[in-house]
Protein backbone atom coordinates (compact mmCIF):
# COMPACT_ATOMS: atom_id res chain seq x y z
CA UNK A 1 0.00 0.00 0.00
CA UNK A 2 1.29 3.42 -0.90
CA UNK A 3 1.74 6.26 1.50
CA UNK A 4 -1.70 8.35 -0.74
CA UNK A 5 -3.24 5.06 0.29
CA UNK A 6 -2.89 5.32 4.07
CA UNK A 7 -4.03 8.98 4.43
CA UNK A 8 -7.07 8.02 1.37
CA UNK A 9 -8.31 5.12 3.59
CA UNK A 10 -9.26 7.99 6.27
CA UNK A 11 -11.86 9.09 3.93
CA UNK A 12 -13.33 5.23 1.95
CA UNK A 13 -12.57 3.21 4.54
CA UNK A 14 -15.24 1.68 7.25
CA UNK A 15 -15.70 3.74 10.03
CA UNK A 16 -15.73 1.06 12.70
CA UNK A 17 -12.66 -0.76 11.23
CA UNK A 18 -11.11 2.53 10.50
CA UNK A 19 -11.61 3.96 13.87
CA UNK A 20 -10.41 0.69 15.10
CA UNK A 21 -7.31 0.22 13.52
CA UNK A 22 -6.19 4.34 14.36
CA UNK A 23 -7.48 4.24 18.10
CA UNK A 24 -6.11 0.57 18.94
CA UNK A 25 -2.80 1.54 18.60
CA UNK A 26 -2.84 5.18 19.93
CA UNK A 27 -4.93 3.47 23.05
CA UNK A 28 -1.97 0.92 23.34
CA UNK A 29 0.63 4.32 23.20
CA UNK A 30 -0.99 5.95 25.90
CA UNK A 31 -1.29 3.09 28.16
CA UNK A 32 2.45 1.94 27.81
CA UNK A 33 3.57 5.98 27.68
CA UNK A 34 1.94 6.46 31.48
CA UNK A 35 3.91 3.13 32.72
CA UNK A 36 6.87 5.68 32.53
CA UNK A 37 5.33 6.94 35.63
CA UNK A 38 2.92 4.49 37.17
CA UNK A 39 5.92 1.83 36.73
CA UNK A 40 8.07 4.28 38.85
CA UNK A 41 5.47 5.24 41.29
CA UNK A 42 4.56 1.52 42.12
CA UNK A 43 8.42 0.64 42.72
CA UNK A 44 9.12 3.47 44.47
CA UNK A 45 6.35 3.42 46.67
CA UNK A 46 7.95 -0.11 47.70
CA UNK A 47 11.21 0.78 49.09
CA UNK A 48 11.56 -0.85 52.11
CA UNK A 49 11.27 1.89 55.13
CA UNK A 50 10.77 4.90 53.00
CA UNK A 51 8.48 4.33 50.32
CA UNK A 52 6.15 6.33 51.32
CA UNK A 53 8.08 9.65 52.01
CA UNK A 54 9.89 8.46 48.17
CA UNK A 55 6.50 8.27 46.58
CA UNK A 56 5.54 11.59 48.46
CA UNK A 57 8.66 13.04 47.46
CA UNK A 58 8.19 12.36 43.96
CA UNK A 59 4.54 13.25 43.60
CA UNK A 60 5.52 17.18 44.28
CA UNK A 61 7.85 16.71 41.10
CA UNK A 62 4.17 16.24 39.10
CA UNK A 63 4.02 19.65 38.19
CA UNK A 64 7.53 20.13 36.78
CA UNK A 65 7.07 17.15 34.86
CA UNK A 66 3.36 17.90 33.33
CA UNK A 67 4.63 21.48 32.31
CA UNK A 68 7.40 19.92 30.44
CA UNK A 69 5.04 17.45 28.96
CA UNK A 70 2.32 20.55 28.37
CA UNK A 71 4.55 22.41 26.03
CA UNK A 72 4.69 19.41 23.84
CA UNK A 73 1.76 19.87 23.18
CA UNK A 74 2.00 23.22 21.82
CA UNK A 75 3.26 21.28 18.70
CA UNK A 76 1.93 17.89 18.99
CA UNK A 77 -1.71 18.62 19.92
CA UNK A 78 -1.15 21.89 17.95
CA UNK A 79 0.34 21.15 14.75
CA UNK A 80 -0.82 17.46 13.57
CA UNK A 81 -4.72 18.37 13.29
CA UNK A 82 -3.48 21.22 11.14
CA UNK A 83 -1.18 18.47 9.21
CA UNK A 84 -4.10 16.53 8.70
CA UNK A 85 -6.04 19.04 7.66
CA UNK A 86 -3.63 20.00 5.09
CA UNK A 87 -3.22 16.46 3.65
CA UNK A 88 -7.01 16.47 3.30
CA UNK A 89 -6.52 19.22 1.29
CA UNK A 90 -3.97 18.09 -0.81
CA UNK A 91 -1.17 20.49 0.24
CA UNK A 92 1.87 18.52 1.49
CA UNK A 93 4.34 21.01 1.75
CA UNK A 94 1.96 23.10 4.07
CA UNK A 95 1.85 20.14 6.03
CA UNK A 96 5.79 19.71 6.28
CA UNK A 97 6.38 23.40 6.79
CA UNK A 98 4.00 22.81 9.89
CA UNK A 99 5.96 19.89 11.33
CA UNK A 100 9.57 21.56 10.26
CA UNK A 101 8.45 24.19 12.46
CA UNK A 102 7.27 22.05 15.04
CA UNK A 103 10.86 20.59 15.63
CA UNK A 104 12.34 24.10 15.93
CA UNK A 105 9.81 24.77 18.52
CA UNK A 106 9.89 22.07 20.67
CA UNK A 107 14.17 23.02 20.92
CA UNK A 108 13.34 26.36 21.93
CA UNK A 109 10.71 25.35 24.39
CA UNK A 110 13.49 22.52 26.08
CA UNK A 111 15.92 25.28 26.50
CA UNK A 112 13.73 27.78 28.23
CA UNK A 113 12.53 24.66 30.71
CA UNK A 114 15.81 23.49 31.61
CA UNK A 115 17.35 26.93 32.37
CA UNK A 116 14.04 27.75 34.57
CA UNK A 117 13.60 24.29 36.45
CA UNK A 118 17.12 24.06 37.39
CA UNK A 119 18.08 27.88 38.19
CA UNK A 120 14.49 27.89 40.66
CA UNK A 121 14.10 24.22 41.54
CA UNK A 122 14.10 23.61 45.36
CA UNK A 123 12.01 27.04 46.48
CA UNK A 124 9.56 25.74 43.89
CA UNK A 125 9.73 22.06 45.20
CA UNK A 126 8.57 23.39 48.46
CA UNK A 127 6.18 25.55 47.28
CA UNK A 128 4.59 22.53 45.28
CA UNK A 129 3.85 20.73 48.44
CA UNK A 130 7.69 19.05 49.53
CA UNK A 131 8.38 19.02 53.13
CA UNK A 132 12.08 18.75 54.56
CA UNK A 133 11.20 14.89 55.38
CA UNK A 134 10.34 15.20 51.33
CA UNK A 135 12.61 17.13 49.16
CA UNK A 136 15.59 15.28 49.08
CA UNK A 137 13.98 12.38 47.25
CA UNK A 138 11.82 15.30 45.28
CA UNK A 139 15.16 16.82 44.48
CA UNK A 140 17.13 13.81 43.55
CA UNK A 141 14.09 12.82 40.93
CA UNK A 142 14.14 15.88 39.60
CA UNK A 143 17.58 16.84 38.72
CA UNK A 144 18.32 13.34 36.66
CA UNK A 145 14.69 14.09 35.12
CA UNK A 146 15.48 17.41 33.67
CA UNK A 147 18.54 15.67 31.77
CA UNK A 148 16.04 14.42 29.41
CA UNK A 149 13.77 17.31 28.34
CA UNK A 150 14.71 17.46 25.07
CA UNK A 151 13.92 13.37 25.02
CA UNK A 152 10.24 14.11 26.14
CA UNK A 153 9.75 16.94 24.25
CA UNK A 154 10.61 15.21 20.89
CA UNK A 155 9.04 11.52 22.13
CA UNK A 156 5.93 13.50 22.90
CA UNK A 157 5.53 16.71 20.89
CA UNK A 158 6.40 15.07 17.23
CA UNK A 159 4.65 11.78 17.86
CA UNK A 160 1.39 12.88 16.84
CA UNK A 161 3.04 13.82 13.71
CA UNK A 162 3.16 10.10 12.39
CA UNK A 163 -0.29 9.24 13.68
CA UNK A 164 -1.83 12.15 11.33
CA UNK A 165 -0.05 10.25 8.74
CA UNK A 166 -2.26 7.34 9.20
CA UNK A 167 0.47 5.24 11.00
CA UNK A 168 -0.89 4.85 14.82
CA UNK A 169 1.06 1.42 14.56
CA UNK A 170 4.39 3.10 14.67
CA UNK A 171 3.84 5.79 16.60
CA UNK A 172 2.18 3.30 19.53
CA UNK A 173 6.25 1.24 18.62
CA UNK A 174 7.93 4.16 19.53
CA UNK A 175 6.35 4.29 22.37
CA UNK A 176 6.62 0.66 23.32
CA UNK A 177 10.69 0.91 22.97
CA UNK A 178 10.52 2.99 25.58
CA UNK A 179 8.25 2.11 28.30
CA UNK A 180 9.64 -1.61 28.07
CA UNK A 181 13.07 -0.26 28.75
CA UNK A 182 11.48 1.31 31.66
CA UNK A 183 9.71 -1.61 32.70
CA UNK A 184 13.57 -3.65 32.48
CA UNK A 185 15.50 -0.66 33.64
CA UNK A 186 13.73 0.82 36.97
CA UNK A 187 14.03 -2.98 38.98
CA UNK A 188 17.23 -2.81 38.10
CA UNK A 189 18.51 0.47 39.00
CA UNK A 190 16.29 0.78 41.83
CA UNK A 191 16.24 -2.48 43.87
CA UNK A 192 19.64 -4.38 42.40
CA UNK A 193 22.21 -1.20 42.41
CA UNK A 194 20.65 0.44 44.95
CA UNK A 195 19.60 3.82 43.32
CA UNK A 196 16.20 4.78 45.17
CA UNK A 197 14.71 7.81 43.25
CA UNK A 198 17.93 8.35 41.44
CA UNK A 199 17.29 5.03 39.70
CA UNK A 200 13.90 5.35 38.62
CA UNK A 201 14.84 8.87 36.69
CA UNK A 202 17.45 7.54 35.56
CA UNK A 203 15.34 4.99 34.03
CA UNK A 204 13.04 7.06 32.41
CA UNK A 205 15.14 9.45 31.05
CA UNK A 206 17.07 6.10 29.21
CA UNK A 207 13.43 5.08 28.02
CA UNK A 208 11.97 8.81 26.88
CA UNK A 209 15.77 8.53 25.01
CA UNK A 210 14.80 6.10 23.13
CA UNK A 211 11.68 6.42 21.99
CA UNK A 212 12.56 10.21 21.11
CA UNK A 213 15.33 8.35 19.02
CA UNK A 214 12.68 6.06 17.18
CA UNK A 215 10.35 8.73 16.56
CA UNK A 216 12.85 11.31 14.90
CA UNK A 217 14.25 8.60 12.94
CA UNK A 218 11.18 7.50 11.74
CA UNK A 219 10.40 11.64 10.45
CA UNK A 220 13.26 11.68 8.14
CA UNK A 221 13.07 8.91 6.89
CA UNK A 222 11.62 7.32 3.49
CA UNK A 223 8.69 5.82 4.94
CA UNK A 224 6.75 8.82 6.38
CA UNK A 225 4.74 10.63 4.03
CA UNK A 226 5.78 13.97 6.22
CA UNK A 227 9.16 14.57 6.32
CA UNK A 228 11.64 16.95 8.87
CA UNK A 229 13.28 18.96 6.04
CA UNK A 230 16.24 21.25 6.59
CA UNK A 231 14.15 24.38 4.88
CA UNK A 232 11.20 23.79 7.39
CA UNK A 233 13.01 24.41 10.42
CA UNK A 234 13.24 28.08 9.41
CA UNK A 235 10.56 29.78 11.74
CA UNK A 236 7.86 31.55 9.67
CA UNK A 237 5.87 32.98 12.17
CA UNK A 238 2.52 32.61 10.69
CA UNK A 239 2.78 28.76 10.89
CA UNK A 240 3.72 28.64 14.27
CA UNK A 241 0.95 31.46 15.10
CA UNK A 242 -1.34 29.45 14.09
CA UNK A 243 0.53 25.64 15.47
CA UNK A 244 0.23 27.97 19.15
CA UNK A 245 -3.25 29.27 18.91
CA UNK A 246 -4.71 25.70 18.40
CA UNK A 247 -2.21 24.21 20.58
CA UNK A 248 -3.04 26.47 23.16
CA UNK A 249 -6.25 24.80 24.68
CA UNK A 250 -4.55 21.12 25.01
CA UNK A 251 -1.48 23.13 26.54
CA UNK A 252 -3.61 24.95 29.20
CA UNK A 253 -5.17 21.33 29.46
CA UNK A 254 -1.90 20.15 30.68
CA UNK A 255 -0.20 23.18 31.92
CA UNK A 256 -3.36 23.77 34.50
CA UNK A 257 -2.64 20.06 35.56
CA UNK A 258 0.24 21.76 37.05
CA UNK A 259 -1.26 24.38 38.81
CA UNK A 260 -3.84 21.88 40.12
CA UNK A 261 -1.38 19.53 41.82
CA UNK A 262 0.58 22.72 43.04
CA UNK A 263 -2.77 23.78 44.78
CA UNK A 264 -3.70 20.51 45.70
CA UNK A 265 -0.62 19.64 47.10
CA UNK A 266 0.14 22.63 49.01
CA UNK A 267 -3.52 22.61 50.33
CA UNK A 268 -3.04 19.12 51.39
CA UNK A 269 0.15 19.61 53.33
CA UNK A 270 -1.17 22.75 55.17
CA UNK A 271 -4.35 20.71 56.18
CA UNK A 272 -3.23 17.39 56.60
CA UNK A 273 0.35 16.34 56.66
CA UNK A 274 2.81 14.38 54.01
CA UNK A 275 0.42 11.23 54.13
CA UNK A 276 -2.48 13.56 52.28
CA UNK A 277 0.02 14.62 49.65
CA UNK A 278 1.06 10.73 49.14
CA UNK A 279 -2.76 10.23 48.77
CA UNK A 280 -3.10 12.33 45.88
CA UNK A 281 -0.15 10.66 44.48
CA UNK A 282 -1.72 7.82 44.47
CA UNK A 283 -5.26 8.78 43.31
CA UNK A 284 -3.69 10.97 40.41
CA UNK A 285 -2.13 8.19 39.21
CA UNK A 286 -5.04 5.85 39.17
CA UNK A 287 -6.75 8.71 37.49
CA UNK A 288 -4.22 8.51 35.12
CA UNK A 289 -4.53 4.89 34.49
CA UNK A 290 -7.93 5.02 32.81
CA UNK A 291 -8.08 8.43 31.53
CA UNK A 292 -4.70 8.08 29.69
CA UNK A 293 -6.42 5.49 27.32
CA UNK A 294 -9.73 7.96 26.60
CA UNK A 295 -6.83 10.41 25.64
CA UNK A 296 -5.00 7.41 22.94
CA UNK A 297 -8.64 7.04 21.91
CA UNK A 298 -9.10 10.46 20.73
CA UNK A 299 -5.93 11.53 19.39
CA UNK A 300 -6.64 8.26 17.20
CA UNK A 301 -9.32 9.71 16.10
CA UNK A 302 -8.79 13.07 16.03
CA UNK A 303 -6.45 12.80 12.67
CA UNK A 304 -9.84 11.16 11.25
CA UNK A 305 -12.02 13.51 12.36
CA UNK A 306 -9.37 16.69 10.88
CA UNK A 307 -8.85 14.61 7.07
CA UNK A 308 -12.94 14.26 6.30
CA UNK A 309 -13.41 17.84 7.57
CA UNK A 310 -10.29 19.11 5.41
CA UNK A 311 -11.78 17.02 2.57
CA UNK A 312 -15.46 18.50 2.98
CA UNK A 313 -16.87 15.14 3.92
CA UNK A 314 -18.83 16.44 6.59
CA UNK A 315 -21.70 13.27 6.89
CA UNK A 316 -18.68 11.22 7.90
CA UNK A 317 -17.28 13.81 10.24
CA UNK A 318 -20.70 13.77 12.00
CA UNK A 319 -20.91 9.86 12.46
CA UNK A 320 -16.78 9.91 13.79
CA UNK A 321 -17.64 12.45 16.79
CA UNK A 322 -20.98 10.82 17.56
CA UNK A 323 -19.21 7.74 18.40
CA UNK A 324 -16.50 8.78 19.83
CA UNK A 325 -17.96 11.35 22.17
CA UNK A 326 -20.50 8.21 22.81
CA UNK A 327 -17.65 5.77 23.86
CA UNK A 328 -15.52 8.36 25.84
CA UNK A 329 -18.54 8.68 28.26
CA UNK A 330 -19.05 5.06 28.42
CA UNK A 331 -15.47 4.46 29.19
CA UNK A 332 -15.04 6.65 31.68
CA UNK A 333 -18.37 6.10 33.44
CA UNK A 334 -17.77 2.44 33.64
CA UNK A 335 -14.21 2.97 35.07
CA UNK A 336 -14.87 5.16 37.59
CA UNK A 337 -17.60 2.77 38.51
CA UNK A 338 -15.00 0.13 39.13
CA UNK A 339 -12.36 2.56 41.32
CA UNK A 340 -15.35 3.52 43.44
CA UNK A 341 -16.26 0.51 44.08
CA UNK A 342 -12.57 -0.73 44.79
CA UNK A 343 -10.21 1.94 46.11
CA UNK A 344 -7.97 0.00 48.55
CA UNK A 345 -6.98 -2.11 45.87
CA UNK A 346 -5.90 0.54 43.59
CA UNK A 347 -4.32 1.91 46.74
CA UNK A 348 -2.39 -1.19 47.17
CA UNK A 349 -1.05 -1.42 43.77
CA UNK A 350 1.34 2.11 45.00
CA UNK A 351 2.28 1.03 48.48
CA UNK A 352 2.01 -1.27 51.24
CA UNK A 353 1.53 1.28 54.43
CA UNK A 354 -1.90 0.35 56.32
CA UNK A 355 -2.43 4.30 56.92
CA UNK A 356 -2.06 5.65 53.27
CA UNK A 357 -4.05 2.61 51.61
CA UNK A 358 -7.06 3.14 54.70
CA UNK A 359 -7.11 7.27 53.48
CA UNK A 360 -7.09 6.67 49.46
CA UNK A 361 -9.50 3.54 50.29
CA UNK A 362 -11.83 6.95 51.99
CA UNK A 363 -11.33 9.41 49.78
CA UNK A 364 -10.85 8.23 46.58
CA UNK A 365 -14.08 7.31 45.53
CA UNK A 366 -15.26 11.18 46.85
CA UNK A 367 -12.20 12.52 44.94
CA UNK A 368 -13.06 10.54 41.82
CA UNK A 369 -17.28 10.71 41.11
CA UNK A 370 -17.41 13.65 39.14
CA UNK A 371 -15.35 11.55 36.52
CA UNK A 372 -18.93 9.86 36.31
CA UNK A 373 -19.68 12.30 33.50
CA UNK A 374 -16.88 13.65 32.54
CA UNK A 375 -15.91 11.42 29.67
CA UNK A 376 -18.79 13.66 27.81
CA UNK A 377 -16.26 16.74 28.36
CA UNK A 378 -13.50 14.01 27.22
CA UNK A 379 -14.96 13.35 24.36
CA UNK A 380 -16.01 17.11 23.32
CA UNK A 381 -12.34 18.55 23.62
CA UNK A 382 -10.91 16.69 21.30
CA UNK A 383 -13.53 17.11 18.49
CA UNK A 384 -13.62 20.94 18.90
CA UNK A 385 -9.44 20.62 18.45
CA UNK A 386 -10.03 17.87 15.28
CA UNK A 387 -12.11 20.59 13.65
CA UNK A 388 -9.72 23.61 14.30
CA UNK A 389 -12.04 25.18 16.67
CA UNK A 390 -9.30 26.90 19.51
CA UNK A 391 -11.26 29.51 21.08
CA UNK A 392 -14.13 26.93 21.55
CA UNK A 393 -11.27 24.10 22.77
CA UNK A 394 -9.68 26.86 25.61
CA UNK A 395 -12.67 27.82 27.07
CA UNK A 396 -13.55 24.61 28.29
CA UNK A 397 -10.09 24.14 28.99
CA UNK A 398 -9.77 27.19 31.29
CA UNK A 399 -13.66 26.91 32.75
CA UNK A 400 -12.93 23.24 34.40
CA UNK A 401 -9.81 23.96 36.29
CA UNK A 402 -8.90 27.67 36.37
CA UNK A 403 -12.39 28.82 36.67
CA UNK A 404 -14.13 25.82 38.76
CA UNK A 405 -11.42 23.37 40.56
CA UNK A 406 -8.61 25.88 41.86
CA UNK A 407 -10.91 28.53 43.05
CA UNK A 408 -13.01 25.71 44.63
CA UNK A 409 -9.62 24.15 46.47
CA UNK A 410 -8.83 27.24 47.91
CA UNK A 411 -12.51 28.03 48.98
CA UNK A 412 -13.93 25.06 50.38
CA UNK A 413 -10.86 24.06 52.96
CA UNK A 414 -11.63 27.25 55.00
CA UNK A 415 -15.57 25.74 55.71
CA UNK A 416 -14.67 21.57 55.25
CA UNK A 417 -10.84 21.51 56.43
CA UNK A 418 -8.49 18.60 54.28
CA UNK A 419 -12.19 17.08 53.54
CA UNK A 420 -12.78 20.67 51.18
CA UNK A 421 -9.49 19.46 48.85
CA UNK A 422 -11.15 16.47 47.87
CA UNK A 423 -14.71 17.76 47.00
CA UNK A 424 -13.62 20.42 44.88
CA UNK A 425 -12.11 17.47 42.15
CA UNK A 426 -16.11 16.54 41.79
CA UNK A 427 -18.06 19.34 42.50
CA UNK A 428 -15.80 21.00 39.27
CA UNK A 429 -16.30 17.96 37.32
CA UNK A 430 -19.71 17.83 36.90
CA UNK A 431 -20.18 21.12 36.23
CA UNK A 432 -17.60 21.61 33.68
CA UNK A 433 -19.40 18.37 31.70
CA UNK A 434 -22.35 20.06 31.81
CA UNK A 435 -21.04 23.35 30.60
CA UNK A 436 -19.18 21.23 27.66
CA UNK A 437 -22.05 19.21 26.40
CA UNK A 438 -24.11 22.90 26.14
CA UNK A 439 -21.55 24.25 23.86
CA UNK A 440 -20.95 21.42 21.09
CA UNK A 441 -24.71 21.11 21.43
CA UNK A 442 -25.34 24.98 20.57
CA UNK A 443 -21.79 25.06 18.13
CA UNK A 444 -21.27 22.21 16.47
CA UNK A 445 -23.83 22.70 13.23
CA UNK A 446 -22.55 26.03 12.70
CA UNK A 447 -18.80 24.52 12.67
CA UNK A 448 -19.41 21.70 10.67
CA UNK A 449 -20.07 23.73 7.72
CA UNK A 450 -18.50 24.80 4.24
CA UNK A 451 -17.87 28.32 5.82
CA UNK A 452 -16.24 27.59 8.90
CA UNK A 453 -13.43 24.98 6.43
CA UNK A 454 -12.98 27.79 4.07
CA UNK A 455 -11.78 29.93 6.92
CA UNK A 456 -9.19 27.13 8.38
CA UNK A 457 -5.81 28.88 6.67
Known sequence: MQQNDKE??????????LMVSMAIPAVI??????????????????????????????????????????????????????ASIWLGKGDRKRAETILGNGVTMLVFFTVILMAFFYGFQRPLLYMFGASDATIGYASDYISIYLVGTIFVEFALGLNAF?????RSRTAMAAVLIGAAANIILDPIFIFVFHMGVKGAARATVISQALSALWTVGFLVGKRSSLTIKKEALKPDFSVIGRVMALGVSPFIMRATESLISIVLNSGLQRYGGDIYVGSLTIMQSVMQMYTAPLGGFTQGVQPIISYNFGAGNFDRVKKLYRSMIGICFLFSAGATALVIVFPAFFAGMFTNDPGLVELVGEMMPIFM????????????????????????????????????LVPLALILPLKFGVMGIYYAEPVSDFISAATATTLFLVNIKKIVSRETLENIV
Open 369 to 404: CGMLVFGLQQGIQPVFLALGQAKLSLFIAVFRKVVL
Open 29 to 82: AQIINILYSIVDRIYIGHIEGVGMEALTGVGVTFPIITLISAFSAFVGAGGAPL
Open 162 to 166: IISQG
Open 8 to 17: KRMATEGIGK
